[in-house]
């Protein structure tokens, strides 16, 4: 994305924010907002200074830097049955001051907030929305600033003096506007990626369950078949190594492998561990009921695992593992591997390998194997490519952002008229 109308700062002076051009001055926050705290209290449904469940009820979570703006409330007061005695109005910076310390969101709609909220509301010679980009940029600075304890909460007075850097009020709306686009840029990119995630979730509910076919594959059945009938379990033994190895993990909810690498065998009692091999089938016996399942990736290959992760290779002439890593996806099978895995001490539960082996599954022969697997291969790789640019859009703005609000880049229009 091209941003015209930059230029490199010009004439500069120290500041307590640093480096900044002469034009620009530097404010504690209060003289700069007001700053008031949420409030609400318990009531009856039937107190009368009830809100009528109109007004929204913003919670601190719902505060977060990922978008500029809240669109939606998680709960009404209705719902809650609170009274409120504080609803800031549309437009009012909101920044959490507990739990996700820093996170700032501006309101789309009048709202009421809890006390791990602040609401800011910036003078007449600041900009709402270069005041926001401020505030979200110095948002590893407010955490350092919390004070330390059993939970960190923001201090108010800290905040009010929080410095903040003042351009003049014509700059400071073209630097909001030049933000906004990229804000925008970028929240278009992910409802695209939303909404191709939800388009490959409805292609492998119906091509996994057969609801969907292939014209040219119908006169082929699907057959019944049981875990232990087209895979076997592959047992690699080799002696824990006397040197730092690579180890193998399985995230839960089917979020795949990850390599440790160097890992220190003298923080594992076991003697012998197992070698897993790129295309097996791995889980992870204590979290598979969570999805802590996965097909080994080239990645993996010679990464080694201990007995609590069994490892699978497939009968390749019966499921090949491009066309499996799709199934062990889905919810459902998610389910009935909980099924198989009776509870244990806190979020432990052991599944049965015998049980799991004498899973059945409906399964579709190999040529509609190879077309599902490429169907949805392909969603995978497109949904890749959209993550790998709306990345690079993210860095690009926060590098922008950086020389913006530091005055390292100027608008170069706005500085021709000041000089």
């Given at each position: 994305?091209?941003?015209p109308?930059?230029?490199?700062s010009r004439?500069?002076?120290k500041?307590?924010?640093?480096?900044?051009?002469v034009?620009?001055?530097v404010?504690?926050?209060?003289?700069?907002?007001?700053?008031?705290?949420?409030?609400?209290?318990?009531?009856?449904?039937?107190d009368?200074?009830?809100?009528?469940?109109?007004?929204?009820?913003?919670?601190?979570?719902?505060v977060?830097?990922a978008?500029?703006?809240?669109?939606?409330?998680?709960?009404?007061?209705n719902?809650?049955?609170?009274?409120?005695?504080?609803?800031?109005?549309?437009?009012?910076i909101?920044?959490?001051?507990?739990?996700?310390?820093?996170d700032?969101?501006?309101l789309e709609?009048?709202?009421?907030?809890?006390d791990?909220?602040?609401?800011i509301?910036?003078?007449?010679?600041?900009?709402?929305?270069?005041?926001?980009?401020?505030?979200?940029?110095?948002?590893?600075?407010?955490?350092?600033l919390?004070?330390?304890?059993?939970?960190?909460?923001?201090n108010?007075?800290?905040?009010?003096?929080?410095?903040?850097?003042?351009?003049?009020?014509?700059?400071?709306?073209k630097?909001?506007?030049?933000?906004?686009?990229?804000?925008?840029?970028i929240?278009?990119?992910?409802?695209?990626?939303?909404?191709?995630k939800?388009?490959?979730?409805?292609?492998?509910?119906?091509?996994?369950?057969?609801?969907?076919?292939?014209?040219?594959?119908?006169?082929?059945?699907?057959?019944?078949m049981?875990?232990?009938?087209?895979t076997?379990?592959?047992?690699r033994?080799?002696?824990?190594?006397?040197?730092?190895?690579?180890?193998?993990?399985i995230?839960?909810?089917?979020?795949?492998?990850?390599?440790?690498?160097?890992?220190?065998p003298?923080?594992?009692?076991?003697t012998?561990?197992?070698?897993?091999?790129?295309?097996?089938?791995?889980?992870?016996?204590?979290f598979?009921?969570?999805?802590?399942?996965?097909?080994?990736t080239?990645?993996?290959?010679?990464?080694?695992?201990?007995?609590?992760f069994?490892?699978?290779?497939?009968?390749?002439?019966?499921?090949?593992?491009?066309?499996?890593?799709?199934?062990?996806?889905?919810?459902?099978?998610?389910?009935?591997?909980g099924?198989?895995?009776?509870?244990?001490?806190?979020?432990?539960?052991?599944?049965?390998?015998?049980?799991?082996?004498?899973?059945?599954?409906?399964?579709?022969s190999l040529?509609?194997?190879?077309?599902?697997?490429?169907?949805?291969?392909?969603?995978?790789?497109?949904i890749?490519?959209?993550?790998?640019?709306?990345?690079?859009?993210?860095?690009?703005?926060?590098?922008?952002?950086?020389?913006?609000?530091?005055?390292?880049?100027?608008?170069?229009?706005?500085?021709?008229?000041?000089?």
């Amino acid at each position: 994305m091209l941003t015209p109308n930059l230029h490199a700062s010009r004439k500069t002076k120290k500041t307590i924010l640093g480096e900044l051009p002469v034009e620009w001055s530097v404010r504690p926050l209060e003289e700069c907002a007001a700053l008031e705290r949420g409030k609400f209290a318990f009531r009856p449904r039937t107190d009368p200074r009830f809100y009528g469940g109109e007004t929204p009820f913003v919670q601190t979570g719902d505060v977060s830097n990922a978008r500029a703006w809240i669109h939606s409330y998680t709960q009404t007061l209705n719902e809650q049955g609170l009274a409120i005695s504080k609803v800031f109005p549309k437009g009012t910076i909101l920044m959490a001051i507990a739990a996700n310390i820093g996170d700032c969101a501006i309101l789309e709609f009048d709202s009421a907030c809890p006390d791990s909220v602040i609401g800011i509301s910036p003078r007449d010679a600041m900009d709402n929305l270069f005041l926001y980009y401020q505030l979200t940029d110095q948002k590893e600075h407010l955490h350092y600033l919390a004070p330390a304890g059993a939970q960190k909460n923001l201090n108010l007075d800290l905040l009010r003096n929080l410095p903040i850097c003042v351009p003049p009020y014509p700059e400071q709306k073209k630097i909001s506007e030049i933000l906004e686009t990229w804000d925008q840029a970028i929240e278009r990119l992910e409802k695209l990626i939303a909404a191709k995630k939800q388009l490959k979730h409805g292609l492998m509910q119906q091509l996994l369950s057969g609801k969907k076919r292939f014209g040219d594959l119908t006169e082929h059945g699907w057959e019944r078949m049981k875990i232990c009938d087209f895979t076997r379990p592959a047992v690699r033994v080799v002696a824990k190594p006397t040197e730092p190895f690579k180890a193998l993990g399985i995230r839960s909810h089917g979020k795949g492998t990850f390599i440790k690498r160097d890992f220190d065998p003298a923080t594992i009692d076991m003697t012998e561990l197992y070698v897993v091999r790129e295309s097996d089938l791995i889980v992870k016996i204590t979290f598979a009921w969570e999805g802590a399942i996965a097909i080994a990736t080239a990645k993996d290959d010679g990464a080694l695992v201990s007995h609590r992760f069994p490892t699978y290779e497939f009968l390749t002439d019966r499921v090949i593992p491009d066309y499996f890593r799709h199934v062990i996806l889905q919810r459902v099978f998610v389910l009935r591997l909980g099924l198989i895995s009776p509870g244990g001490a806190g979020r432990n539960r052991v599944l049965s390998k015998h049980d799991f082996a004498k899973l059945e599954l409906a399964i579709p022969s190999l040529p509609e194997q190879r077309r599902i697997a490429d169907v949805l291969n392909g969603c995978d790789r497109e949904i890749k490519l959209l993550q790998a640019e709306l990345n690079a859009l993210q860095n690009q703005k926060k590098g922008l952002m950086q020389k913006l609000l530091t005055g390292k880049v100027r608008v170069t229009h706005l500085l021709t008229e000041w000089t």
